[in-house]
């Protein structure tokens, strides 16, 4: 249908930009679905508008007007959790981007919450669905006895189902199979803050646990160049706080702790010398590589050493072995990729 929104004014970006730019903006399910050759037509059921500036405040500034527009529309909308957006940025330079966001109404979003956020008084129909890890967004968090080959099938399950990103803790006794501790609030699609308080409790229990990490999955981007392959300068940044927690709380398990971002072809592994904590300046080359990371992440749409366009994917294991190699820093920080099993 005719999306009477895309702005005419927007002098500055030209046609081949625009429908490039639409036609990476896609919700989950229509990664088929046919491309735009008219920057004037697109779903019926969607808002987009263009324009240039920071990545981040032109984004949030785009949804806004976008849900602006759509209530003028007519569209029934009271709280801001019932539409969902997708975005899509072509680079100009380190602080300008040119921006397209998607709005639309959320789809049942009532039944969304409710599928991962199974009662505790009511037994799931599928019992075998209700032991596998899942993105929960209740208040509560959950548990699993299952071992870590069998949480990581989960999770990379997760990283082509889920739009949200969730936190767990994995820990290892000696003589048991292990647990999956589910540690992620204010998850979003490109985020999740981890609670770690439950390590608290393991303080007393250091003789018993050989291992102890730190999950989160990245779902899969539905753009033509799939950044959810890399770990990022926020991944970083969060396990030096991790670490700086774990001292505080239970210092006899820093040593164990290691950190895995999982993606949909394999594992990132990292383990961080715990001597950083104590030393500001090799803390900083840590926080260094963080932003190293953050600009190979902005470079790979146009120019870089590797290859996430989605025509690679079936490569995309060999790209990140490579990915962990360049930004690996041992002794302090080393970075190891294990290629998805199966």
Request: net charge positive; aromatic share 6%.
């Amino acid at each position: 249908g005719l999306l009477k929104n895309v702005p005419k004014n927007v002098s500055k970006i030209d046609k081949k930009t625009k429908l490039k730019l639409l036609n990476d903006v896609k919700f989950p399910g229509e990664t088929d679905a046919p491309p735009i050759d008219d920057e004037s037509h697109q779903p019926d059921d969607s808002w987009v508008n263009f324009e240039i500036g920071p990545l981040e405040e032109t984004v949030e500034r785009l949804k806004k007007r976008n849900r602006t527009e759509m209530v003028r529309a007519g569209i029934k909308l009271s709280e801001m959790d019932e539409v969902e957006t997708v975005f899509s940025e072509e680079i100009i330079d380190d602080n300008r981007s040119i921006v397209c966001v998607r709005t639309r109404k959320k789809i049942n979003a009532e039944k969304e919450v409710q599928a991962v956020k199974p009662s505790n008084n009511k037994k799931l129909e599928n019992e075998s669905e209700s032991e596998k890890l899942h993105v929960n967004v209740g208040k509560s968090h959950y548990q699993r006895k299952k071992s870590r080959t069998a949480g990581e099938k989960d999770l990379h399950e997760l990283c082509e189902k889920a739009k949200l990103e969730e936190g767990w803790l994995f820990v290892k006794q000696n003589s048991a199979e292990g647990r999956w501790i589910e540690c992620g609030i204010n998850e979003t699609s490109r985020r999740a803050t981890v609670d770690i308080s439950p390590i608290k409790k393991m303080k007393g229990k250091s003789s018993e646990i050989s291992e102890i990490s730190l999950y989160h999955h990245h779902p899969i981007s539905r753009l033509r160049t799939d950044t959810s392959q890399t770990p990022s300068r926020i991944d970083i940044e969060g396990f030096v706080n991790a670490m700086r927690i774990v001292k505080r709380e239970a210092l006899n398990l820093l040593g164990k702790i290691d950190f895995r971002v999982v993606t949909s072809s394999g594992i990132y592994i990292f383990k961080i010398d715990p001597i950083i904590l104590d030393n500001p300046t090799l803390a900083e080359k840590i926080y260094e590589v963080g932003e190293k990371i953050a600009r190979e992440r902005m470079s790979l749409i146009f120019s870089s050493d590797f290859n996430y366009s989605i025509s690679n994917k079936t490569n995309f294991h060999k790209e990140n072995a490579k990915f962990a190699k360049k930004f690996s820093i041992p002794p302090l920080m080393r970075i190891q990729f294990q290629p998805k099993k199966g």
